[in-house]
């Protein structure tokens, strides 16, 4: 079962790399774009018997290791084929 | 006294703090590797600053997991000092032994520079030998130095005389200009509640000879011989 899990930065946080990135874009002319957020991606490939079960265990995952809760939120889509 | 230097994989200023305290400072220094489970009684103990694991994930974010660092955990709960240099303070924030995380450098550049930081604090382990206000020169490295933290945590900070160190000019004013990467309040180190884990973004460790060009870091090495040799902050272990 594969798990999908997003980590962002916290509205409140300052993100000086999308800051950048929306700069970039600026100068390639996507005036239109006016805000830029970067964050993380992962996929848990994961032995479960449910898709609760994997949903549980990515959050376990992510809240221990794969996002800082300082400055970090997570969210957590899981595929059941 | 025996100073314990932390080798992650990835470490690259472990043996300048080895040097700085068994070739500069004169006493026992020893590398402990991560995967290793002993200090080997060690009186202070070191995370030195460097790219552990290659800063993969988030700057500390695997090393806290190393087998060592229920040690070291065990060591500051005892009450024995621990210092963070660098990637070792972005350790300790990330094991939760200080508070606060580190951002992106707000200018997007890799700092790499001789700075000004000011000392707030002299009843720490690591400026016990310093004068209040003194102002040190010594370098910083590290594109991810950007000290972050809710504001009532900076509060709380602030309040209990935790911020140790804030970037500042030659003369000591703490201004925006000195401040090489957005850190909240100028903050280049803090420390814990019982004030015996220390951490912080610019290396004392080298800066401790002249012929390097400033031997203004190794005061944090003399304060901590100087507070273990007055009975203060030794670890029950």
Redesign the interface.
């Known amino acids: 079962m594969r798990a999908r899990v997003f980590v962002t930065l916290k509205p409140?946080?300052?993100?000086?790399?999308g800051t950048?990135v929306a700069e970039a874009l600026h100068t390639l002319g996507y005036s239109s774009v006016k805000n830029v957020r970067q964050g993380k991606y992962f996929e848990l490939d994961i032995d479960a018997g449910s898709a609760d079960e994997a949903k549980r265990l990515a959050g376990e995952a992510a809240g221990k290791?794969?996002a800082?809760p300082?400055?970090e939120s997570y969210r957590i889509e899981v595929d059941s084929q | 006294m025996k100073f314990a230097v932390v080798v992650f994989p990835g470490s690259n200023c472990d043996h300048d703090a080895y040097y700085a305290a068994q070739h500069v400072l004169g006493q026992d220094a020893e590398l402990i590797w991560h995967k290793d489970t002993s200090l080997k009684g060690a009186d202070v103990v070191v995370l030195p600053g460097g790219f552990a694991h290659g800063d993969y994930l988030r700057t500390g974010a695997i090393a806290r997991f190393s087998p060592i660092m229920q040690e070291v955990q065990r060591f500051a709960a005892g009450g024995g000092p621990v210092l963070g240099i660098c990637n070792g303070f972005q350790v300790l924030l990330e094991a939760g032994m200080l508070p606060g995380a580190m951002l992106r450098n707000t200018v997007l550049q890799f700092r790499c520079e001789h700075v000004y930081v000011r000392v707030e604090q002299t009843d720490t382990p690591f400026t016990a030998a310093c004068a209040p206000g003194q102002v040190l020169r010594i370098p910083i490295a590290h594109g991810e130095g950007n000290y972050y933290a809710e504001p009532d945590v900076v509060d709380r900070l602030e309040h209990n005389r935790q911020v140790i160190f804030r970037y500042a000019t030659v003369s000591g004013d703490v201004t925006p200009a000195a401040n090489p990467n957005g850190s909240l309040n100028n903050i280049a180190g803090i420390c814990n509640e019982t004030r015996n884990v220390v951490g912080l973004m610019p290396h004392p460790e080298r800066a401790c000879e002249l012929a390097v060009g400033s031997a203004d870091g190794l005061v944090l090495f003399e304060s901590v011989l100087k507070a273990l040799s007055h009975g203060a902050f030794a670890s029950a272990r």
């Not at chain 1, 409140?12 to 790399?17: E, G, K, R």
């Open positions: 409140s946080v300052f993100d000086p790399q950048t290791l794969l800082n300082v400055i």
